[in-house]
């Protein structure tokens, strides 16, 4: 086995969360007098922080105004929107196998733990999991790179036992930052070229390919 220790991104890598994250920006979007942009459009921020959404969205820096849309943001996702996702094929068994293989697996995603729970927990996938960490809803360790680090330092894990599979160029230069290898998938929501650009230690392109690439 060539990883000890797997770290899951969380949304675009697990889960395809798109119905739960855009219907909950477009409601925060009504909620503050904004235009609401179609679905579409939005699935570009299907990953990252949402403060930094919000400040793209809103065209300002404002922090109380974007803390603003991050309140009304949670009030529909935190009802409805944590359950408006679906596990991508394949990743059950992905995660059976590699438990058999004698890996610990980790959820380590920008999205607020207390969701992550939640939505891990909904589909089901707990059992597969060490530990699920998070950020924390006053936007704490919702950076990739002191996420990672945090949970390193936490768990007591040694960077050249751990590889990051995510489906965003912030998991790869999350990962980067602590001397972690990583994997970028492209069944998520990256925009073209992104992944090449950002320069993971591997890309792949199917489920198959990720297990083959952890096992070494």
């Not at 991050?70 to 409805?80: D, E, K, L, N």
Request: proline share 5%; hydrophobic share 40%; charged share 25%.
């Amino acid at each position: 086995m060539r990883f000890a220790h797997v770290f899951f991104d969380l949304d675009g890598t697990l889960i395809d969360p798109r119905d739960g994250i855009v219907k909950s920006i477009q409601y925060a979007l009504e909620a503050l007098g904004q235009p609401i942009p179609d679905a579409s459009s939005l699935e570009r921020f299907i990953g990252p922080p949402l403060a930094g959404t919000f400040r793209h969205l809103l065209g300002t820096d404002d922090r109380e105004r974007v803390q603003q849309a991050i309140t009304a943001y949670r009030v529909r996702f935190g009802a409805t929107g944590v359950f408006e996702s679906r596990v991508y094929d394949g990743i059950p068994d992905l995660l059976r196998a590699l438990r058999d293989a004698g890996c610990m697996l980790w959820v380590v995603t920008a999205k607020p733990g207390v969701y992550s729970e939640t939505i891990i927990s909904h589909h089901r996938l707990r059992p597969h999991f060490r530990g699920v960490y998070g950020s924390e809803l006053n936007g704490d360790r919702s950076d990739k790179g002191s996420l990672i680090r945090y949970v390193l330092e936490r768990e007591g894990l040694s960077s050249k036992e751990v590889v990051m599979v995510g489906d965003r160029s912030h998991d790869v230069e999350g990962a980067r930052e602590n001397r972690v290898a990583c994997v970028g998938v492209r069944w998520g929501y990256a925009s073209p070229d992104e992944l090449e650009a950002a320069a993971p230690d591997a890309i792949v392109g199917s489920v198959s390919e990720l297990l083959a690439y952890v096992r070494g």
